[in-house]
């Protein structure tokens, strides 16, 4: 089953880059298995690969120096093994940061999409702390990073015809067929394809306005959020659903999502509402 915040996050980004979400899935779901997260001591954070050759290139002097002898730079594509687990590859990527940090960021892939931080600047990021911090930010900022990068390279015609060899050869590179990129998206594309994707539009989010967003409002005020009723999704609506998902135990990404809507408009009994009620006094602090 597809996990809601990320169901959103692509029915999102396809429609503001005018994409299918089940083409975005398919690429995402050969790139990374569509997981957005993994908890890395503690915290959520995007799946990452460090690449120790893109590390080589990058540095010169005794930082190179020190970087190889730390198994952590080579001239050689593939010399340099990524761990298994995540929390082994942040480990790793940190050792990177304390060599040179920009460096070690653009020597790694973000996401569920998999973007390299060396191409920030040709995707218009400010710096590679922009691209990283997009890939951090959740599972709609690492679709939009994707999507961000195939409209750059191109890709977007090759996608919309299910030009599955083309858009394989753009995205992953002359030696995709190796691997079966390829047929790994066709197969991924049949499946997402099957979904129903017309209900994440139900979801809603910062800057959405209308009659939808004012009974979100509503709810969340029958929930003790103090908010005013205007049908606009600004931030301090943002903010109650994000507390609302914090206390109900959802991703608290602020997204007012399928589970999110479906809490709120559950019922509650008294001693729901008096709980509620104490949470909210809590979280106003």
Do not use: C
Not at 38 to 45: I, L, N, S, T, Y
Not at 112 to 124: F, K, N, P, R, T
Not at 255 to 261: H, N, Q, R, V
């Amino acid at each position: 089953m597809l996990d809601p915040e990320i169901r959103t996050a692509l029915i999102s980004v396809a429609r503001a880059f005018d994409l299918d979400p089940a083409t975005l899935a398919a690429v995402a779901s050969v790139e990374s298995n569509l997981v957005a997260h993994a908890m890395v001591d503690g915290r959520r954070e995007p799946l990452i690969r460090f690449e120790g050759h893109y590390f080589d290139r990058r540095l010169s002097g005794q930082a190179q120096a020190r970087a190889r002898a730390a198994g952590l730079a080579s001239p050689t594509a593939g010399a340099i093994r990524n761990p298994a687990s995540q929390a082994a590859r942040w480990a790793m990527l940190e050792r990177a940061r304390s060599i040179d940090p920009g460096a070690a960021d653009e020597a790694t892939s973000w996401g569920m999409g998999q973007v390299m931080g060396a191409h920030w600047a040709w995707l218009g990021f400010a710096s590679v702390g922009a691209l990283v911090a997009e890939a951090r930010s959740g599972a709609e900022g690492q679709v939009r990073l994707m999507a961000r990068y195939i409209e750059k390279a191109g890709l977007a015609g090759a996608l919309a015809r299910r030009d599955w060899p083309a858009f394989a050869r753009g995205y992953n590179g002359p030696g995709f067929a190796r691997n079966a990129y390829d047929v790994k998206l066709a197969s991924g594309h049949g499946r997402y394809a099957r979904l129903d994707w017309t209900g994440a539009h139900t979801a809603l989010r910062r800057g959405d306005r209308g009659e939808k967003v004012s009974e979100l409002q509503r709810r969340l005020v029958a929930h003790g959020a103090t908010l005013s009723v205007d049908g606009v999704f600004g931030s301090l609506t943002q903010h109650a659903v994000r507390a609302f998902q914090l206390r109900r135990g959802l991703t608290a990404h602020g997204i007012a999502d399928a589970p999110t809507l479906a809490a709120l408009a559950a019922p509650r009994g008294p001693l729901g509402r008096l709980l509620e009620t104490l949470l909210s006094v809590f979280a106003r602090g």
